[in-house]
């Protein structure tokens, strides 16, 4: 029923930045959080960014200092400065429904967005 899209993937040159939005609609029940995965052609997915509705961040490892998650209710974006080639990927964005009266989890996924990195 949720409806992800994702915009502001594009090419830019290494050092550079871009900005990742993500819109969501269809809810009838509050989003308990945001974020952002991306996957490589023969890779895993892997986590980017989350963002709790209580204003809860958190970063993996290779882009935290350089990439910032923000969100407005039932919006996410993803601030990327001093891109690298090795960011170069498909981004998704992701949200999470937790049930309170049985507390399962419901995952929504974008259809993605090309991030590509040249050095």
């Known amino acids: 029923q949720v409806h992800l899209v994702e915009s502001g993937g594009g090419l830019v040159q290494a050092g550079g930045s871009l900005r990742l939005s993500c819109a969501a609609s269809?809810?009838?029940?509050?989003?308990?959080?945001m974020g952002w995965y991306r996957q490589v052609p023969g890779k895993e997915r892997e986590l980017v960014a989350t963002?709790?509705?209580?204003?809860s961040t958190h970063y993996v490892g290779s882009v935290q200092g350089r990439f910032t998650i923000s969100r407005d209710i039932n919006t996410v974006h993803l601030h990327m400065n001093s891109l690298k080639p090795e960011d170069t990927a498909v981004y998704y964005c992701?949200?999470?429904?937790?049930?309170?009266?049985?507390?399962?989890?419901?995952?929504?996924w974008g259809q993605g967005t090309q991030v590509t990195v040249s050095s």
């Open positions: 992701a949200a999470t429904i937790i049930m309170t009266a049985t507390m399962r989890h419901l995952d929504y």
């Open positions: 269809g809810t009838i029940f509050p989003i308990n959080e």
């Open positions: 963002i709790t509705s209580g204003g």
